[in-house]
């Protein structure tokens, strides 16, 4: 399945992850149409050469973590702590991993709202979402691997 519009559709079908299976070190890909103009865009507030994100347990039923972008000397920076609960996605009520930023976060970060579900293949889907009224419709899909 690839593609913007065919993640969208699968997305209310898809089963949340326990917190545990989204511990470690996980690698972004973006899907077709947004392949080349999503870099761009992350590039634009703050995310530059965004590689994924990392996640490590912490306190029982939430995990922390923090976006990994990869340095031009080889490795990656972390950047814009985050943290995970399980709970329900914004646009169907089903359960997914929910990723969230700090109130006092940058712009747009504070807003971003990040769920995750598994794909049929193993792969983690990620479903984007500015969490301010009239902009939650329709998340923007991304994928993570392991």
């Known amino acids: 399945m690839t593609g913007v519009v065919g993640l969208m559709r699968a997305w209310p079908g898809l089963p949340a992850p326990a917190l545990e299976d989204v511990v470690g070190d996980l690698r972004a890909e973006f899907v077709t149409p947004l392949r080349h103009i999503a870099p761009v865009g992350l590039g634009m507030v703050g995310l530059p050469r965004w590689h994924g994100k990392r996640f490590a347990a912490t306190d029982p039923g939430e995990l922390s973590g923090v976006n990994l972008l990869r340095a031009s000397g080889g490795g990656f920076e972390e950047r814009l702590p985050m943290r995970a609960v399980l709970g329900t996605g914004l646009a169907d009520g089903r359960p997914a991993v929910i990723v969230t930023y ?4 940058p712009r747009p970060w504070r ?3 990040d769920e995750l579900r598994w794909l049929d293949d ?3 889907v990620g479903m984007s979402y500015v969490d301010r009224p009239l902009l939650r419709r329709g998340g923007l899909p991304f994928l993570l691997r392991p």
């Open 102 to 105: 700090a109130a006092d976060a």
């Open 111 to 113: 807003w971003v709202r």
């Open 122 to 124: 193993g792969v983690l």
